[in-house]
Nanobody, 124 residues
Framework: QVQLVESGGGLVQAGGSLRLSCAAS????????MSWFRQAPGKERKFVAG????????DYADSVKGRFTISRDNAKNTVYLQMNSLESEDTAVYFC?????????????????WGQGTQVTVSS
């Protein structure tokens, strides 16, 4: 059974940084991508960043390009999201997700498993 456990969320002032982690277990398929989505209150879940597990390809939402960096440690089955220059608009619950496919998708419906989410709050 696939499990994704996020950590690293919290409260930070605008301009600050946070690093989210997502530890995956139970992954039995050989090719998969992992991504981060976020959801603010009353809004739909949106793609933030994704990384292909074997190839190292990455993709980012325009709103976070240049500020966020996604990376992974294959030995630890963990994906990270380094978030710098945080803005109040980044406030949301951040979800880690995985899909058994080689390419990075930006629709949440393309993903197979989800973590429970971690709250990120940026105060202005």
């Amino acid at each position: 059974q696939v499990q994704l456990v996020e950590s690293g969320g919290g409260l930070v002032q605008a301009g600050g940084s946070l690093r989210l982690s997502c530890a995956a277990s139970g992954l039995t398929f050989g090719t998969y991508t992992m991504s981060w989505f976020r959801q603010a209150p009353g809004k739909e879940r949106k793609f933030v960043a994704g990384i292909s597990w074997r190839g190292g390809n990455t993709d980012y939402a325009d709103s976070v390009k240049g500020r966020f960096t996604i990376s992974r440690d294959n030995a630890k089955n963990t994906v990270y999201l380094q978030m710098n220059s945080l803005e109040s608009e980044d406030t949301a619950v951040y979800f880690c997700t995985v899909r058994a496919h080689w390419d990075i998708a930006t629709s949440p419906y393309a993903y197979d498993y989800w973590g429970q989410g971690t709250q990120v709050t940026v105060s202005s």
